[in-house]
C-alpha cells in the first residue's frame, strides 16, 4: 500500500508533462500548415452573351462518305526515268553550258572536257591507221611475188594475217575513240564533248568550272530526270497502314497550289517501318501537269473502303483559328461552347464535311465569325 501511494502522485506528474508536450505539438502557432483552398477557373472555352437569339443555330446533317487518310509527303523525280549523265574520259573541265534546274533536250551540249585520254587514244588510232597501210602493201607485194613463184604459200598466209590483225586494231581504235566521245577519229582534238543521253530536268550537279573529271570512278557531272511522271513519297504510321492498298487512287494536293487537286496510283508500300518513327513509306504515281517541282510538300489523302456517317454543316459554322478548326454549340442558358473539330472536304449546297468532333443531329451556331466578332468586342 506504500508502494502504491508512492507511485500515484508519480504518474501523475508524468501524465501531466506528456499533456504539455503534445498541446505544445498541436499548437497552430507553432507552424501547422493553412488548409488548401480550391479556386474555380473560368472556362477559355465557354462564351455567355445577353442576346443568344440573334445568333440563328444551324443542325449538323449526316453525311455518308469513306474514310479518308491524310498523310504528308514530298515530290520526287521517278527513279526509273533518271539517267546519269557519264563521263569515260578523265580530264579537267573547261566549259559548262548547262545548271541544275536547266530543261535540256537530248544531245544538247552539257560541257567540254579536256582529257589526255582521248589525246592518247587519237595516238594509238594514227598508229593503227600507219601500220594497217604498212600491212596491205607488204600483202599486195607478197601476192605478186606468190603468182610469180618467188615465195611460198606460207609467206603469203603470214602477210594475209598481219594485214587482218591491222584492220582490227584500226576499228578498236576508232571504237576506243568513240567511246571517249570523239565524234570524227579522223579529226584529232583534246577535247571532249559530253552531251545529254535524254531530253529532261537536270535534277543533279556535280561538277563545277575547272574541275576535275575522273571518269568513271568519280560522281556523275549530271543528272537528268524526265519529270513528265513524279514520284509523291508519303511517311505513313504503323496503325493507319490498314487504309492504304496497291493499286488504289490517292489525291495529291500540292502545298504551293492548295485549289488544285491531282490523282496518283498507290505503286509501292514500304516493306520495313522506319523504327524511330513507326511510319512506312508509301509511293503515289502522279502525272506531271507541268507545276510539280522535286521537293515541294503534298497532302495525299487515301480513301478507304469502309463508308462513315459524318456530320456536314454550313460552311460559316466553321471558324478557322490558330491552325484550326471551331464550332459553337449552345451550352444552355445564354452559353455558348466552342469546340475543336477537324474539317474534311467542300460538299454541294457551300456545306463543311466535319471528320471529327461533331455528330449528326447536334445544333451549331450558323455563323461563326459574327459570333467571335461579338464575343471579342
Known sequence: MKRMGFQAPLLCLLLAFAIA????????????????????????????????EQFPLATAAEHIATSQLKVTGTVNPDISRSVPVISIASGRVVEIAARLGDTVKKGQLLLRVQSADISGAYSDYQKAVADELLSRTQLERAELLFEKGAISKNDLQVAQNTEAKAKVDVKTAAEHLRVLGSPDPDQPSGIVEIRAPISGVITDQQVTNAAGVAGLGSPNPF???????????????????????????????????????????????????????????????????????????????????????????PATAVLHLHDRDWVYLPAGGNKFRRVEVRAGDMLPGNLQEILSGLMPGQQVVSNALEFQSTVEQ
Not at 503534445?22 to 507552424?31: E, I, L, Q, R, Y
Not at 507541268?290 to 487515301?302: D, K
Open 21 to 52: 508536450g503534445c498541446s505544445g505539438k498541436f499548437d497552430p502557432a507553432a507552424g501547422t500548415p493553412p488548409p488548401l483552398k480550391v479556386e474555380k477557373v473560368e472556362d477559355p472555352n465557354v462564351f455567355q452573351t445577353e442576346r443568344p
Open 223 to 313: 543528272t537528268i530526270s524526265d519529270l513528265t511522271y513524279v514520284w509523291i513519297l508519303c511517311d505513313v504510321y504503323e496503325n493507319d497502314l490498314a487504309n492504304v492498298h496497291l493499286g488504289e487512287n490517292a489525291d495529291v494536293r500540292l502545298n504551293a497550289y492548295p485549289d488544285k487537286v491531282y490523282t496518283g496510283v498507290i505503286s509501292n508500300i514500304g516493306s520495313v517501318l522506319d523504327p524511330n518513327i513507326r511510319t512506312a513509306k508509301v509511293r503515289i504515281e502522279v502525272r506531271n501537269p507541268g507545276l510539280m517541282r522535286p521537293g515541294m510538300f503534298v497532302t495525299a489523302t487515301f480513301h478507304g473502303r469502309k463508308k462513315e456517317p459524318h456530320a456536314a454543316v
